[in-house]
């Protein structure tokens, strides 16, 4: 069973390595006969619960990794004036009812494929409980915040300190022209740009002129993947055929270890032999 007790689990979770900013980096990347003119920086949110309660033989009922964020979540409601909101949304048997898009009538649906998005099946093996660190499905975690803020970190070290492309703090006379920010219709998403914003001006003042953040209607947004377009495809494809060569041996050794467990083959393909195929699609959120 995954660990759901527990937030200190939320900082024992392996991340994505962000480069060590040593002048000789800078100097690589940066050389000084050039001039930098542009910072285009797009990322996917911070580290999120499962989007439903899906596989209950091995995925806890309970993730109770949202101690900090919970309190930061219930902010955010209030301030898009969401929080009186008591039925309707995507809520959790614990501390906090959680909203996962931005606006009350945005959607976006992916289709089921298994699962419930209410955890009304509780595995038996499964000891988790409700608690006020109880995350919602599909809600940013401690572990996605401190990540983001780590993001935001890295950025200022690079651009403000490091290069002075960026200034050192914001006022009303540069941020305009300064950061262009923009998000999906998830919170957490927009939750996430918060953190990353709290990393790269960690000391805006209280009362500073307010930052606009630009969100497009779902359908008519291209961050989302869009399977219509043909070279998207081409390019999903060579790169899933490339992540099948370099991991082959440890999809194959995954696949075996779930299948020994009670209950998961009704979720798995025995006979799934991913490398003897010339390409294998998988879409995730």
């Known amino acids: 069973m995954a660990p759901s007790n527990t937030s200190s689990a939320a900082s024992d979770v392996l991340r994505a390595p962000l480069p060590t900013l040593t002048p000789e980096f800078v100097a690589e ?9 542009h910072v ?10 499962p989007v439903s309660h899906r596989i209950p033989e091995i995925s806890p009922k309970y993730w109770n990794i949202c101690a900090k964020g919970n309190p930061l979540h219930r902010d955010f409601l209030k301030a898009i ?4 909101e008591s039925a309707g949304g995507d809520g959790t048997d614990g501390g906090v009812q959680w909203q996962s898009h931005i606006f009350k009538n945005a959607t976006r649906s992916s289709g089921t494929i298994f699962g419930v998005s209410s955890a009304a099946a509780q595995h038996p093996s499964d000891t988790s409980q409700p608690t006020e660190a109880t995350c ?5 975690t401690d572990t996605g915040r401190q990540s983001m803020a780590a993001l935001g970190a890295n950025m200022r070290e690079l651009y403000v300190d490091a290069l002075r492309f960026l200034p050192n703090t914001l006022h009303s006379d540069n941020k305009s022209d300064t950061l262009y920010l923009r998000t999906t219709i998830y919170t957490r998403a ?4 918060q953190h990353v914003l709290g990393g790269l001006y960690p000391e805006i003042p209280v009362g500073s002129p307010k930052l606009r953040v630009h969100v497009r209607p779902s359908d008519r947004d291209n961050l989302f993947p ?3 377009c ?4 081409k390019q999903s ?6 992540n099948i060569e370099r991991n082959e041996a440890e999809f194959q050794q995954l696949h075996q270890d779930m299948l020994k467990i009670p209950g998961l083959s009704a979720y798995l393909d025995a006979d799934h032999k991913s490398g003897q195929a010339q390409a294998a699609i998988s879409v995730m959120d």
Do not use: C, I, W
């Open 230 to 233: 043909k070279q998207m495809v």
């Open 81 to 84: 004036g969401r929080d009186t």
């Open 190 to 193: 927009f939750e996430s740009l």
């Open 136 to 140: 919602g499905f599909g809600q940013l």
């Open 29 to 37: 990347h940066y050389p000084s006969q050039l001039r930098l003119v």
């Open 237 to 242: 494809m060579k790169l899933n055929a490339q």
């Open 40 to 49: 285009d920086l797009l990322h996917r949110h911070g580290e999120r619960t």
């Open 226 to 228: 869009d399977f219509g």
